[in-house]
């Protein structure tokens, strides 16, 4: 039993290093390339349920996003992959 835990627990801590590394080896990546932005037309529904429990949609105009070239967020925006695979963005109301 103690010897299942010791390597669910290494394996768990070198998983986390690795997270850790990928992070730091995309985000220097980024920071080398001169922070690497795109802008991208972004569509958005809105959504909202009115007082008959439906779900009532409406289009709002297309909105600019910033994105970064990347595997993973850096610089607060979205990575640009992420926004070519969803150019539409469901906004809901609460």
């Known amino acids: 039993m103690r010897k299942i835990r010791l ?5 768990t ?4 290093a690795l997270s ?3 992070y730091v080896a995309d ?6 390339r001169g922070k690497p932005t795109e802008q991208m037309k ?3 529904i809105y ?12 289009i709002g ?4 996003q910033t994105c970064v070239d990347a595997l993973l967020p850096h610089f607060g925006y ?7 695979k969803h150019p539409i963005q469901q906004v809901s109301s609460p």
Not at 7 to 11: H, S, W
Not at 13 to 16: D, E, G, I, S, Y
Not at 61 to 64: D, G, K, M, N, T
């Open 7 to 11: 390597i669910a627990l290494k394996v």
């Open 61 to 64: 105009s297309p909105e600019v």
């Open 78 to 84: 979205v990575p640009c992959w992420y926004l070519h």
């Open 47 to 58: 959504s909202a349920v009115n007082h008959w429990n439906e779900v009532e949609y409406s």
């Open 13 to 16: 801590a070198a998983l986390a």
């Open 42 to 44: 972004v569509d958005r």
């Open 20 to 22: 850790a590394l990928l």
């Open 27 to 32: 985000d220097v990546s980024a920071r080398l």
